[in-house]
């Protein structure tokens, strides 16, 4: 998605975005210096005020929890956004209006859309009311009043029409409504409810808005159960059931527990678990582990403790490995046999029930576990298929410390002493400019006022030469973006490396000390960068001496060594 909204827009509307204002907004923030605004940090709890606002930067920084970021940077975390709702949320507010030609979304959402999915909501709450065996069939099922109140339960009356008959009055009507999965077309013309004598349960996206419904049948019947389909506003393998009611019980979720169904979710939250939430008749996605991924560190998955049970188990985790960073916790719990959590709950109570996600398998015991059924690890061929088979799937980890451990605990169940035989194939890579030697410090310092005042690349020229050392590759990438993107800020100038391993190389150095005053910036910059060209043409004369030590130069590198020569002794 970064790659689809034209480079240029994003710049345009980090410029027109203030950055203190932004977080003044959610966070009242107190003036400490000309530039600088403080308070304590929304990402952690703290008793004084650590996370700083660089108005001149467009940039944020606690110095209590390291978080960090621009503007985009603070909604994706503070809100909860994923990073192409945090530029809709800031396009919005800056009045701008995304480049549809790049953007994702090809197909523009009817602006009554929600509305008209909350009114056919209280459509069916208020025919749950006139309707003795939906209620019954509830009741019967230990649901209150006030748990079906919290989650807008409903019921479709038996019929072909009452949707089509309330809502769609015209043409336009019938169209939208088939749009948002509300009427089928029938072959020969015309439309019917899609919904019918079914107990609905509205499905609400991360602003509260109704998107979809699923329906469970309350007599003899299949499905049992019918999901919307997808919609411009709807889409199965992004949304979860519960999440929406979970983050309006819990201002911070410590945990969250993914189940199967959604009367599960709402069994859960009758009995006080009320942070579970619901794949709608998916398996779990990428987009579900990272849109929980923002709201906690610690996901507990819930299965049938049967044989499809803990397949559907494997199937999540290996979605979840290549998402697994440092800090995720994952646990799996299984249920005794036919049990779910609905029935368990109500068996048990609360108290139990966390017990049990007490005892909850930690994603390596499972992964180790589960391999270590399909092979014999008393004997060397079955060891050494037990590695192979887990080594393909540790591989997809992210580099990392649990990627360590995984490795670590890999060789002791295959009694391999020494670790390096099992290196992942990434980490061979390349290294980043953080893994290799040390660049030379008037370019660290060069790199930090540069990150830090953008429109110093201003000052460079001649434009530096290309040099092979450590550091140089990026000094030059990060001069030709500002050059080219006038007036950039901190925070817009890191926008550029997204998704890339120096950023976090930058983002140190865009809140490093490097006390220097003001007015002496501009003077200091400039002499480091006669400095770094100093640097630049020692290495190419060293480059060419070492080889003329191997072979005889030619007539043009002699030139070139007499020229960088000449041209160092008037620097």
């Known amino acids: 998605m970064t790659n689809t909204i034209p480079r240029e827009f994003i710049d345009l509307l980090l410029s027109r975005i203030e950055l203190v204002d932004l977080i003044d907004h959610r966070v009242p923030l107190r003036k400490k210096s000309s530039n600088n605004y403080f308070a304590c940090c929304p990402f952690h709890t703290e008793k004084s005020a650590s996370f700083s606002v660089s108005q001149k930067k467009q940039f944020y920084y606690c110095f209590g929890c390291g978080a960090h970021g621009n503007a985009i940077d603070f909604l994706m975390k503070y809100d909860r956004l994923s990073f192409p709702e945090a530029i809709e949320a800031l396009a919005k507010e800056a009045q ?117 419904f699923g329906g469970r049948i309350i007599d003899k019947g299949e499905p049992k159960y019918l999901n919307s389909p997808e919609t411009p506003i709807f889409q199965k393998g992004r949304e979860l059931y519960g999440l929406y009611e979970a983050q309006q019980t819990h201002q911070e979720l410590s945990r969250v527990l993914i189940v199967e169904g959604y009367m599960d979710v709402i069994a859960l939250f009758q009995h006080g678990i009320t942070y579970a939430v619901a794949t709608l008749g998916t398996a779990t996605t990428s987009h579900h582990i990272q849109r929980l991924a923002r709201y906690t560190s610690h996901l507990i998955f819930c299965f049938d403790g049967d044989t499809a049970g803990r397949t559907a188990a494997w199937r999540a985790l290996l979605v979840i490995l290549p998402l697994m960073q440092d800090g995720l916790q994952i646990h799996f719990m299984f249920l005794p046999d036919n049990e779910d959590p609905d029935s368990l709950i109500r068996k048990i109570g609360k108290e139990n029930f966390e017990k049990k996600m007490e005892e909850a398998h930690p994603l390596s015991h499972f992964f180790f576990q589960s391999l270590a059924l399909e092979t014999d690890l008393s004997n060397k061929d079955g060891r050494a298929r037990f590695v192979k088979l887990a080594k393909e799937h540790i591989d997809q980890l992210p580099e990392g410390i649990f990627q360590q451990m995984m490795l670590e605990e890999l060789a002791k169940r295959a009694r391999i002493t020494d670790i390096k035989q099992l290196k992942p194939a990434h980490s061979q890579r390349p290294h980043s400019l953080k893994q290799k030697a040390r660049p030379p410090s008037a370019l660290r310092l060069a790199m930090t006022l540069l990150t830090q005042e953008p429109t110093l690349a201003e000052l460079i020229e001649p434009a530096l030469p290309e040099v092979n050392l450590p550091g140089f590759s990026l000094l030059h990438e990060v001069i030709a973006i500002a050059k080219y993107s006038k007036n950039l800020t901190t925070g817009a100038l890191l926008e550029h490396w997204r998704d890339r391993d120096e950023r976090k190389t930058l983002e140190k150095l865009a809140h490093a000390e490097h006390l220097i005053p003001d007015e002496g910036i501009q003077q200091e910059f400039l002499g480091l960068i006669q400095c770094l060209r100093k640097l630049g043409q020692q290495a190419a004369i060293d480059k060419l001496l070492a080889k003329a030590n191997q072979a005889e130069l030619s007539e043009e590198e002699k030139q070139e060594l007499r020229s960088l020569q000449k041209e160092k002794a008037l620097l």
């Open 96 to 212: 701008l209006e995304i480049p549809r030609s790049s953007y994702v979304e090809t197909k523009p959402i009817p602006a009554d859309s929600y509305e008209l999915l909350q009114k056919i909501t209280q459509f069916y709450q208020q025919q749950l009311k006139i309707s003795p065996p939906a209620i019954a069939y509830l009741k019967e099922r230990g649901l209150s009043g006030e748990i079906a109140k919290q989650f807008a339960i409903g019921f479709a009356p038996p019929g072909w029409d009452h949707i089509l008959q309330t809502f769609g009055k015209t043409p336009d009507d019938k169209q939208k409504l088939s749009e948002l999965g509300m009427l089928i077309k029938k072959e020969e013309g015309g439309h019917y409810d899609r919904f019918r004598e079914r107990i609905m349960f509205p499905i609400h996206d991360r602003r509260g808005r109704i998107v979809g």
